[in-house]
């Protein structure tokens, strides 16, 4: 586990190499076909030598929830243990990770009216309206939620109106027990360095700068011809897609990539602080002292 543009995918294939793993991807994006150069997955001949679990499982088109992810990630563990494999799960999807050791809660599915609603809300009165909506219905949520992230509110107000109850009762009622009942294993938790936060930007950085280099607008244009997606779809309300609909929907001039690069920069930034909130939040990570990825790397090497 750890922020984006740490190094956790090359310190999962640097373990591959060296010993007997099943790698299991933690990320909410790199289910999605198509989604390649945006989640800087890992290329497909990489994946050919070194097979990943939980990538290119589902259409871009497609939703995909945590429940969903704690199956199929319950199976590949199964799996690993099976072949007389250590099961690796790495990725930056801290929602994903938590759902994954701690349980489920028994959440209703998603209710195409409800969020039609909200939407139309958001659209008419703004996305403060939403937020107040949230803040009258389940103010414990509201306090944790950024007014911004209409996704979540969106989640939230959904769960209220079709259960009665508030997302944080319903996440204390857990249907599904945590992961060490479920697999009857342990688990070792582990976070990787966490560089000074000037080198974590410069390496966010570096990673934008390489996805444009790699295609990522091509990758974009790609995406957008896809007669049923829309950048409402949960695939296109990730960091970078999201941004980069919203440019080619609006920019007067699409050529002119410097003032998404400069969104993609912040709202990436943003990200990497919140996935550091989670860690932080966390009791019984095992941490790692080593000085950063690259040197674990290399004392594998050696």
Known sequence: MGPTATGKTDLALALAKHLDVALISVDS???YRGMDVGTAKPTKTIRDEIPHALIDVREPEESFSVQEFCALADQA???AFERRRLPILVGGSMMYFRAFREGLADLPGA???IRADIRALAEAEGVFAVFEELKRIDYESAMRISPSNLKRMERAI?????????IGALWKEKATPPAPMRLDCELMEFVVPEPPRPELHERIAQRLQGMFNAGFMEEMQTLRKRPGLTRNHLSMRTVGYREAWAHLDE???QSDTAPLRERILVATRQLARKQLTWLRKWSSLRLNEAASVEVM???LKR
């Open 77 to 79: 563990v199964h799996q």
């Open 29 to 31: 994006a790199m289910v």
């Open 297 to 299: 790397i290399d004392s």
């Open 251 to 253: 920019a007067d001039d």
């Open 111 to 113: 209710d195409a009216r």
């Open 158 to 166: 959904e769960v209220y109106r079709l259960t009665g109850k508030t």
